[in-house]
Antibody, heavy 120, light 111 residues
Framework: QITLKESGPTLVKPTETLTLTCTVS??????????VGWIRQPPGKALEWLAL???????RHSPSLKSRLSVTRDTSKNQVVLKMTNVDPADTATYYC????????????WGQGTLVTVSS | QSALTQPPSASGSPGQSVTISCTGT?????????VSWYQHHPGKAPKLIIY???KRPSGVPDRFAGSKSGNTASLTVSGLQTEDEAHYYC???????????FGGGTKLTVL
């Protein structure tokens, strides 16, 4: 049974760095052809893909946010960490992490999401 | 602006069928058979309902069907049920340097 759970602050001030952790179970972060992605949804808006970390540690980031994003993993803790620097109120959103099957290019298991508000 | 274009809304009555389109380009939808669809109810996690254009994950009813023609992918929901009322998003592979593009989403209303 694959599960993912996001954790992190619910409120962040503008210009600060947001750090979110995705704790996974039911699969290994080293499993070939699998990965963990981050997707967000601002209130009332569409899903927006942020980043992906592959089974070999390779990463991809949204071109529009690339300079502000980093995604890393700790395989010993089964955790994937997303960092977003210099946050703005426009970054207020529900943030999801999701398990990806690369050969199917799809996210088949999702975390429950965590709402992050950026406000002073 | 999303690289994949979806109609903002769609609707149908219980028992009817509705089709939602997802229009891309010859560099994504038209080039790869890697289109996925997600169902998203407010306050819940998105759910994968179609991958590889037309395949359904285990547990997804066969009322949900995916197809593709040229640069446009489609999701057809047959025998509409009230619980099908949700937002639906498409994605498509577009090359290793253009990962993760979602469509703008379609709100499906079951009248």
């Amino acid at each position: 049974q694959i599960t993912l759970k996001e954790s992190g602050p619910t409120l962040v001030k503008p210009t600060e760095t947001l750090t979110l952790t995705c704790t996974v179970s039911g699969f290994s972060l080293n499993t070939r052809e699998e990965g963990v992605g981050w997707i967000r949804q601002p209130p009332g808006k569409a899903l927006e893909w942020l980043a992906l970390i592959f089974w070999d540690g390779d990463t991809r980031h949204s071109p529009s946010l690339k300079s502000r994003l980093s995604v890393t993993r700790d395989t010993s803790k089964n955790q994937v960490v997303l960092k977003m620097t210099n946050v703005d109120p426009a970054d207020t959103a529900t943030y999801y992490c999701a398990h990806m099957r690369w050969l199917r290019y799809s996210y088949d298991y999702w975390g429950q999401g965590t709402l992050v508000t950026v406000s002073s | 602006q999303s690289a994949l274009t979806q109609p903002p809304s769609a609707s149908g009555s219980p028992g009817q069928s509705v089709t939602i389109s997802c229009t891309g380009t010859s560099s994504d939808v038209g080039r790869y058979d890697s289109v996925s669809w997600y169902q998203h109810h407010p306050g819940k996690a998105p759910k994968l309902i179609i991958y590889d254009v037309s395949k359904r994950p285990s547990g997804v009813p066969d009322r949900f069907a995916g197809s593709k023609s040229g640069n446009t992918a489609s999701l057809t929901v047959s025998g509409l049920q009230t619980e099908d009322e949700a937002h639906y998003y498409c994605t498509s592979y577009a090359g290793s340097d253009k990962l993760g593009v979602f469509g703008g989403g379609t709100k499906l209303t079951v009248l």
